[in-house]
């Protein structure tokens, strides 16, 4: 009998058994509190006059108007930038302990996105949230009793005088809790190493000596780490290397694209709970089974501020209009597409992560990721989402036979003058029918999206698809940033890039790759 096992599952039952009713505006009413009165004497809080907010009688609304919005340009700009100059107390108090090198989808240049002393901890009690989170779902006790892969950037962090930087995966793998460290797979010293394919590979030439209960990842970069382990033994699927895999913690982006990808490696189907974690905070995890959605954290350093997703709202670079509307978490509705603005215990104030999400259930305060807001795609009209994108490469898949975990698209002017969207999939579908796949995807779009179909009827003048190699995502990464860790593909790109990628593509497979 799972003895230690059945000591830890019992332990967390009871914690979540004393836990009460969650009032999440009052813990946000509380957060924002915390969040003026610990910043209100900094650069940032005296520029803003956050005693007077504070004094104000509904600090909230008075926040939303008394502070604009940022972007990490705006911000790192005005504000940030004199931390990397050496100054203290500019947007909290204090110097942060870290800097999260994020590219994220964005291009090849680093943002430097300050990492708090008091963020690391929020992080931290957030992960031990979600681990209290798992008496909810239905697993046995001597799952908690195995090990755990977390796959994301290197721990090995670069020193720069008072502080150290890296990804946030790596920065996070760097501070877990001591009595967690004899679980965490791969362990310290393969942790460090920054070279990811070396990292990976000896990930597969130790994977039988580990006994693997859960995954945790960025779901394009745990499939690659999957598929090396499956090849490097000669095995049919990970299951037959580890049978007691039953969990995967998903992160960073929307699982669904991957779903289909990922049960492909499967031996038997596994429990999938999301989790989001940005290189601006943990901002969400799912802590109940029969859903994806995931609740908000709180009460736990980060206050959430929700613009209704319009185009009216956005401007070309995917940032805020000013004067757009900002509702807190007690105003919001359900099933409705919101950009997410969050102020947090790193001294973000009012910050755009540039990603979209709706609410699934108000009362829990339970949200699914939808998209970016730079991958919305509005060229002459058409307004598609990355969601209503995601949905048509499942209506591919399903249609098709085949599993397409990677895309890009671009609203691009052709030869003849005219604008098209050209799409690119990831995919090793067998002789693809590239006219077919054009005709099965417009269709789909013009019956999902009224507004995709009066484009088509106007401005748009079609879809051309091409087929590519999953492989080829990957690389494109790996030129252009790094791979693993918080690294994304572009769901959405302008024709400079779009140029840039064709190329890569045309040499790619000039080099027979």
Request: hydrophobic letters at 35%.
């Amino acid at each position: 009998m799972a003895i230690l096992g059945s000591l830890i599952k019992g332990a967390i039952h009871l914690k979540e058994t004393f836990s009460t009713e969650k009032d999440h505006w009052k813990e946000q009413q509380e957060v924002l509190q915390y969040l003026l009165t610990t910043a209100k004497d900094t650069d940032f809080g005296q520029h803003y006059k956050f005693e007077s907010i504070l004094n104000s009688e509904n600090p909230s609304k008075v926040f939303s108007e008394k502070v604009p919005y940022f972007n990490y340009d705006k911000i790192n700009e005005e504000w940030w930038s004199k931390l990397h100059n050496g100054h203290n107390n500019i947007t909290w108090p204090g110097r942060p302990s870290y800097f999260a090198l994020s590219s994220g989808t964005t291009g090849n240049t680093s943002k430097r996105i300050p990492v708090t002393d008091e963020m690391i901890e929020a992080i931290r009690d957030a992960g031990l949230k979600q681990v209290f989170a798992l008496s909810n779902f239905d697993l046995p006790a001597d799952f908690f009793e195995k090990e755990i892969m977390m796959l994301g950037s290197s721990t090995d962090l670069e020193e720069k005088n008072d502080h150290k930087e890296g990804e946030i995966s790596g920065i996070s793998a760097g501070n877990i809790p001591f009595w967690f460290r004899s679980y965490y797979k791969p362990g310290e010293e393969i942790a460090k190493i920054d070279d990811w394919d070396k990292r990976v590979a000896l990930i597969a030439e130790k994977a039988k000596d580990w006994d693997i209960g859960a995954l945790s990842g960025i779901p394009s970069w745990i499939e690659l780490m999957l598929q090396k382990v499956i090849d490097h033994h000669n095995l049919k699927d990970i299951h037959e290397i580890w049978p007691n895999l039953m969990v995967y913690t998903s992160g960073g982006v929307a699982f669904g694209p991957y779903e289909k990808s990922f049960n492909a490696l499967m031996g038997h189907p596994i429990t999938i709970i999301d989790t989001y974690l940005a290189s601006e905070g943990f901002i969400a995890c799912q802590t109940r089974p029969g859903t994806m959605a995931m609740q908000l954290i709180t009460d736990n350093g980060i206050f959430f501020e929700f613009v209704p997703f319009k185009p009216e709202y956005i401007q070309e670079d995917g940032s805020l209009v000013q004067n757009a509307p900002a509702l807190t978490l007690n105003e919001v509705e359900l099933d409705k597409d919101y950009v997410l603005v969050i102020s947090t215990v790193s001294g973000a104030w009012r910050y755009m992560i540039g990603d979209t999400i709706k609410f699934t259930d108000l009362e829990k305060a339970e949200i699914e990721i939808t998209g970016r807001t730079k991958f919305f795609l509005n060229t002459v009209g058409s307004q598609l989402s990355v969601n209503k994108m995601d949905d048509a490469m499942r209506f591919l898949e399903d249609t098709f036979h085949t599993k397409i975990p990677e895309y890009t698209i671009c609203a691009k002017r052709c030869e003849d003058g005219e604008f098209y969207h050209c799409w690119y999939l990831g995919s090793h579908m067998k002789n693809p029918d590239m006219d077919s796949l054009s005709n099965s995807l417009d269709k789909f779009l013009k019956e999902a999206n009224k507004n995709y179909k009066v484009a088509r009827a106007k401005s748009l003048k079609g879809v051309k698809v091409k087929v590519v190699g999953t492989e080829v995502f990957y690389d494109w990464n790996g030129k252009n940033k790094k791979k693993g860790g918080q690294v994304k593909m572009e769901r959405v790109m302008n024709e400079d890039k779009f140029s840039e990628w064709e190329k890569f593509v045309q040499t790619t497979a000039s080099n027979g790759n």
